[in-house]
């Protein structure tokens, strides 16, 4: 075998710069010179960029309306509940955050996975008899969409696919096709309040399916799940062993009347990671803290799931450390009154767009039971001047300064979607906008003269 040569081109003294080249062969190499490789610059973006698709941005970046100028914008489209500044988090959240700063105590880095004394709240407060929880089933995130991306990350390999609801938060799609995954979509029922459509759901597992995404409460529908149903959803899972990605970043936003049931509180048989997080019933988005609860009480994860979201959570050095330091206090210290009073002024918004727009010819809003959303049918019959949901929501932009979202980003066409989280007032002029609209472009559907003339 030939040894190894170490050549420090440069005669005499030193050089400024040291030149070391490993050789292996025995012969000599000279510098600059790289076997089968053309010294040219040919810089491309990766495959992963790519794959890197987000349909909310490619959608509204390419609207080339621009909105009425002689009407105020409303816009009921971007799912942050601080826009308008009409919904403020609690002041024991803000003081929690200033006396973490002040404490001096949050300023390094703090493990990947987050803080042990940060976890062990969250714990804490999600621990129940039915889903029990410990420090160890908790990891820490940059809010949770970078949940869901360790979740999908360590669960499924490219060329896998997950199965992911339809209508759906875009999210899932985006990242799973930047790591190659394939998604397959099940259907959400509207006339039966966004319930899945079980038989289609199972009929798309096979045996490349890494997992099951359940978003409850639901980002776009405003839906809640029923018990029944959640373990309706379960028994697919178990009867094909294929764990859940809960997504319940809206966990405990219900309306009265509705109850919110954990998924993990459901199943001891069935492996779940659910991903939460502080930015919506926190009301702070841009804190970007969320977190993964690992429910494994039959050891399927075993170690290395675990030790795979350690690992990926070693990237990116998990959440702001000023936030976990605040975290014991925001956990413990928000009083009820606040959850109840966001809770009610969701409600009495989403009882109000839907009637609202229940009355206007031509649209068929779902009645949502939580979160901050509410999805609304177009029936394109009676508007044949638009070709679909995208070309109805920019003439509605472009002649109301009303900006709702079409549910093409959704995968869902021919609706839309409206965010409930806008003050009252602008709520009912929206509204009133969206019926002007409506009227305006309402055309009777070939042999429905009947309802027309009513």
Known sequence: MDPYVIQMNGTGNLPSVLDVHVNISGRSSAPGKTKGRKARWSVRPSDMSNKTFNPIRAIVDNMKVKPNPNKTMISLSIGDPTVFGNLPTDPEVTQAMKDA??????????????????????????????????AKDVILTSGCSQAIELCLAVLANSGQNILVPRPGFSLYKTLAESMGIEVKFYNLLPEKSWKVDLKQLESLIDEKTACLIVNNPSNPCGSVFSKSHLQKILAVAERHCVPILADEIYGDMVFSGCKYKPLATLSTNVPILSCGGLAKRWLVPGWRLGWILIHDRRDIFGNEIRD??????????????????ALKSILRRTPQEFYHKILSFLKSNADLCYGALAAIPGLRPVLPSGAMYLMVEIEMEHFPEFENDVEFTERLLAEQSVHCLPATCFEYPNFFRVVITVPEVMMLEACSRIQEFCEQHYNCAEGSQEECDK
């Open 101 to 134: 700063l002040d404490s001096g105590k949050y300023n390094g880095y703090a493990p990947s996975t987050g803080y042990l004394s940060s976890r062990e709240e969250v714990a804490s407060y999600y621990h129940c008899p039915e889903a029990p929880l410990e």
């Open 308 to 325: 795979g979201l350690v690992k990926l959570s070693q990237r990116i050095l998990g959440p702001c450390t000023l936030v976990q330091g």
